[in-house]
């Protein structure tokens, strides 16, 4: 059984802070790895994806990723109330066959206080 | 329209009735999903179509029956549900195997 853990939260920074968004995944085999923002009674949207070792930087928004330890993380810098959001960290393994299942983690609940 | 568009976005139906979510993306993309969402539990992935083709079948019960007409329309068929279906079903749409674009969801409970 192929999994995503996160920490399922809250996660609570005070505005400007860096929120740190953790998640690690069982296969080894992963190529694709994806953060998702969903808002509560929301859909989830994507924010970053990231294929190969190292950090991607977009905005305020960085993406960490270490094949060797099955770890992924979003770092999120100058935290505004408006990324008050549960963070969705998502998989994509090399399963054979069709290969579209991304396999999504519970989420971590972020709470950016003002 | 634009993105990816759900209907109805509320729904409730006894055991035995039965209903159709539609679902309609104006992405251009060529693969469609059904995502269920429940709390506490992360998104699982029930169904995904390729050109119309299925291609993946999570071991979904099958009360739940998908259909795709075309590469722009999804339905999620529903009979005889059970009250543990209750969720937010969602609906997505990449291109290949790009990540999924999702649509608003369909808030489905069963009495």
């Known amino acids: 059984q192929k999994e995503v853990e996160q920490n399922s939260g809250p996660l609570s920074v005070p505005e400007g802070a860096i929120a740190s968004l953790n998640c690690t995944y069982s296969d080894r085999g992963s190529q694709s790895f994806f953060w998702y923002r969903q808002y509560s009674g929301k859909s989830p949207e994507l924010i970053m994806s990231?294929?190969?070792?190292g950090d991607k930087e977009d905005g305020r928004f960085t993406a960490q990723l270490n094949k060797a330890s099955q770890y992924v993380s979003l770092l999120i810098r100058d935290s505004q109330p408006s990324d008050s959001a549960t963070y969705l960290c998502a998989v994509r393994g090399y399963s054979g066959g069709s290969n579209y299942k991304l396999t999504f983690g519970k989420g971590t609940l972020l709470t950016v206080n003002p | 329209e634009t993105g990816v568009t759900q209907t109805p976005r509320h729904l409730v139906m006894g055991m035995t009735n039965k209903k159709s979510l539609k679902c309609e993306q104006h992405l251009g993309h060529n693969a469609m999903y059904w995502y269920k969402q429940s709390a506490k539990k992360p998104l699982e992935l029930m169904f995904v179509?390729?050109?119309?083709?299925?291609?993946e079948n999570n071991s979904v019960p099958s009360r739940f029956s998908p259909e795709c007409p075309n590469s722009s329309h999804l339905f999620l068929h529903l009979h005889t549900l059970q009250p543990e279906d209750s969720a937010l079903y969602l609906c997505?749409?990449?291109?290949?195997?790009?990540?999924?674009?999702f649509g608003p969801g369909t808030r489905l409970l069963v009495l």
């Open positions: 997505a749409s990449s291109q290949d195997k790009a990540s999924p674009h």
């Open positions: 990231i294929y190969s070792n």
């Open positions: 179509y390729s050109l119309e083709e299925r291609v």
